[in-house]
């Protein structure tokens, strides 16, 4: 071996040192830029969705308020009927005065004031 041997030995060395240092710092570097993503993404994903979260709380407040407007709606309706269907039983002059009223019939002397509807202004 003549004496460059060595010297190049050594610079061999040192390069592969400093490669191995660069690649470790490229290596924290990276494992450093994939954690900035992922606590970016973990920031950015909520953000994103809360209009979203937002708009479908209002639309089920929207729909639980349509729900209740129906319920009672029904259960008024329901409430009606079934008073009409007790006063029939019970009193025969009602089913007179309806089926009266229905068939626009009246008795002899009889007057009758037919009111037209109320409609009330928007």
């Not at 690649?23 to 993503?37: D, E, G, K, P």
């Not at 909520?46 to 929207?62: F, G, I, N, Q």
């Not at 008024?76 to 007790?86: L, N, T």
């Not at 006063?87 to 019939?105: S, T």
Request: charged share 35%.
């Amino acid at each position: 071996m003549s004496r460059k041997d060595p010297d190049k030995l050594r610079k061999l060395h040192v390069r592969h040192t400093r490669l191995r240092k660069r690649n470790a710092q490229m290596s924290t570097v990276n494992r450093l830029a994939f954690c900035i993503l992922v606590i970016a993404l973990c920031a950015v994903i909520p953000v994103t969705a809360l209009p979203a979260l937002e708009k479908s709380k209002v639309l089920e407040e929207t729909y639980h308020t349509e729900w209740q407007d129906k319920l009672r709606i029904a259960a008024e309706a329901k409430d009606s009927s079934d008073r009409e269907h007790r006063a029939i039983q019970q009193d025969p002059r009602y089913l007179e005065i309806k089926a009266r009223e229905r068939l626009k019939w009246s008795k002899r002397g009889e007057r009758i004031l037919v009111f037209p509807e109320f409609v009330a202004a928007k």
